[in-house]
């Protein structure tokens, strides 16, 4: 290895399969690799005859702020209960339904985004995915974080937008404010002469209820919003997964492009569909699934992760090789940067160790740390300024969760410690996540899952944490504190007294050998021998250790109170000066914050 110009090479280094190979040809070894990864789905071209295209219905998307009504609004338009009891009081996954309007009987497609910033990746993708996004701002409370949040969303993925200024019913209501502060934060609403288009609502009585529907009619039909629905695989989203009971693995699958029929097969990421059933938002069987239809699909052989494109395959077998190719690419890219990952982990704690033992030896030479500090810094820069990286293993009961998950707590931290997502995934924790997270040192995050308990005794000897949530605000909480926990400890000194060295003597030991004695005058506090003590010269610290004798009048101390005469005799070589002061001292731990 070293030969072939390969350094910091150890017996245990992993290599990816790419430099093995490289080796073996450079020693004449024929390599045979596997390179049937390229059959794979893509999206149909637009075509060519505009004939082909045909109106669909818009996808809207409701946002706001967690406490503006956008869970009210959403209930009034499809006239039916948000199902209670979830953990944390919000809507936890996105779901989809179909209404026509009262007035001019148009079919619009709802997505129901979680209105929460820990649901960051979730609304940008159902702002992604729509044709008008409707922003509700609460009319007492205005313009609030996730309110600029969606602004910022809406405005990235090119989508117009329609306010509702909910809860105009209150008494303390002041839409005209909800309307400034929009301007304010770059919105170009109608009533200033942009094209935005605000609607006055109270989602509690109905009131601008209608109205706003039909905005959202008119702002969509500007738009012209046309697919190709006939001679076409079918296109379309996978907006969330789930294992039922009876049903197994169903997703919502939200139509883009074609028609979708019972029999259809589909492939979505690394799993694949021979469409068993279809089901609507009322649990009604559906037959034929056109554009900006969203249906409850059954019959996938894994769950597919929420955010995924599905595309019709021609086949089984066509479906099956393409998840085949899929899979081994993502494999390769998994191993490699695992492989990286493991391989600068030992390089690190080789460079750690060779740190330490190089510190050791000048310490047995008799040098202070100061003194090593100054010889040789790069000892010590790298460990004062180097990025910690605390990896996390993230295990949920939906994609929509782990995948919220994982964006919610990438990345937390500061420039001293940070976190990194090893990997998200759908079920409880297994045997295979507990060798990775040994092996990566991470923290097993169980969210809405039951761990088994011979899990937990695996992880328990292996000694691998997993921790267990029903509420993300509690996840995101516990994993500030962990990283709060993994940064560097940092300490004040605090000196409890000091004696000044007056001169330096020496006395006769029991074995009639001679030690050095420093004369000394307790200047403030009361100097202890069980003190840590530092000697400073010159403004200078030059030893940090313990006191070897304390003296007073020939007799052996354990204090010395203030303005006293004593003797001191410090432990290790150090020579001793007049004018040298001993400070008693006590590091004290300062509480770390992110």
């Known amino acids: 290895m070293k030969d072939l110009g390969f350094e910091n090479m150890t017996n245990d280094y992993i290599l990816d399969s790419e430099t093995a190979a490289l080796i073996a040809d450079e020693y004449g070894f024929d390599v045979n690799t596997n390179d049937d990864t390229g059959a794979d789905l893509f999206p149909s071209p637009e075509p060519t005859d505009p004939k082909l295209l045909k109106p669909r219905a818009p996808i809207v998307t409701i946002m706001g702020h967690v406490d503006h009504g956008k869970t009210t609004v959403l209930d009034y338009l499809r006239k039916s209960s948000i199902v209670k009891g979830e953990h944390g009081g919000i809507t936890q996954h996105i779901g989809a339904f179909v209404v026509k309007t009262p007035v001019s009987k148009k079919t619009i497609t709802f997505l129901d985004t979680p209105g929460h910033a820990a649901f960051l990746n979730m609304r940008e993708r159902g702002a992604n995915i729509t044709d008008v996004v409707v922003l509700v701002v609460a009319a007492e409370d205005s313009v609030m974080p996730q309110t600029k949040e969606a602004i910022r969303h809406a405005r990235n993925a090119g989508v117009p937008m329609v306010v509702a200024i909910n809860k105009c019913d209150k008494e303390e209501a002041n839409p005209d404010k909800v309307v400034a502060d929009l301007s ?8 200033y002469g942009g094209d935005v288009p605000t609607v006055r609502i109270s989602a509690k009585t109905g009131m601008g209820m209608e109205e706003l529907e039909e905005t959202i009619v008119a702002v969509a039909e500007l738009q012209d919003i046309k697919t190709q629905e006939d001679k076409v695989p079918v296109e379309g989203w996978v907006l969330e997964s789930q294992v039922k009971k009876g049903l197994g693995n169903v997703a919502t699958f939200l139509v883009i ?3 979708l029929k019972p029999g259809a097969v589909l492939v979505a990421g690394q799993t694949w569909c021979k469409v068993r059933a279809m089901k609507d938002e009322f649990g009604k069987p559906v037959k034929v699934a056109g554009p900006s239809t969203p249906v409850e699909i059954s019959g996938w052989k894994d769950i597919p992760d929420a955010g995924e494109m599905a595309l019709e ?6 479906a099956k ?3 085949s190719n899929r899979e081994k690419r993502k494999l390769l890219l998994e191993e490699a940067s695992q492989i990286e990952q493991m391989n600068k982990q030992m390089l690190e704690k ?8 190089k510190i050791q030896e000048y310490q047995l030479e008799g040098l202070t740390m100061d003194e090593i500090r100054e010889l040789e810094p790069e000892l010590f820069d790298d460990e004062e300024t180097k990025l910690l990286e605390v990896p996390f293993i993230i295990k949920a009961d939906v994609s929509g969760s782990a995948e919220a998950i994982s964006q919610s707590i990438s990345g937390l931290g500061n420039d001293e410690v940070q976190s990194t997502v090893l990997y998200e995934e759908v079920g409880p924790p297994t045997e295979s996540d507990i060798e990775r997270a040994k092996l990566s040192n991470a923290q097993i995050l169980a969210f809405n899952v039951k761990v088994p ?3 937990i005794n695996l992880a328990s000897l292996n000694g691998v944490e997993i921790k267990e949530f029903k509420v993300i605000y509690h996840l995101i909480e516990d994993v ?11 300490y004040e000194t605090k000196i409890h007294s000091s004696a000044s060295v007056k001169q330096i003597f020496e006395i006769s030991l029991r074995n009639k050998s001679k030690m050095k ?3 000394c005058r307790v200047v403030n506090g009361t100097f202890k021998r069980s003190a840590t003590v530092r000697l400073i010269r010159n403004g200078k610290e030059i030893y940090r250790g313990r006191v070897r004798q304390l003296k007073h009048e020939k007799e052996d101390v354990s204090e010395v109170t203030n303005g006293v005469e004593c003797g001191v005799a410090l432990d290790g070589n150090v020579e001793l000066q007049v004018g040298d002061v001993i400070e008693a001292i006590e590091e004290i731990e300062i509480q770390r914050h992110l």
Request: proline content about 2%; glycine content about 8%.
């Open 184 to 191: 304010a934060n770059g919105v170009e609403v109608e009533d």
């Open 257 to 259: 492009k074609g028609k």
């Open 313 to 318: 395959a021609s086949s089984e077998a066509l």
């Open 321 to 323: 090789k393409v998840i």
């Open 350 to 357: 080789m460079e750690a160790s060779r740190r330490e033992e």
């Open 453 to 455: 308990k011979d899990i």
């Open 480 to 490: 500030m504190g962990y990283l709060t926990s993994k940064l560097p400890k940092k």
């Open 517 to 519: 004695i420093a004369g």
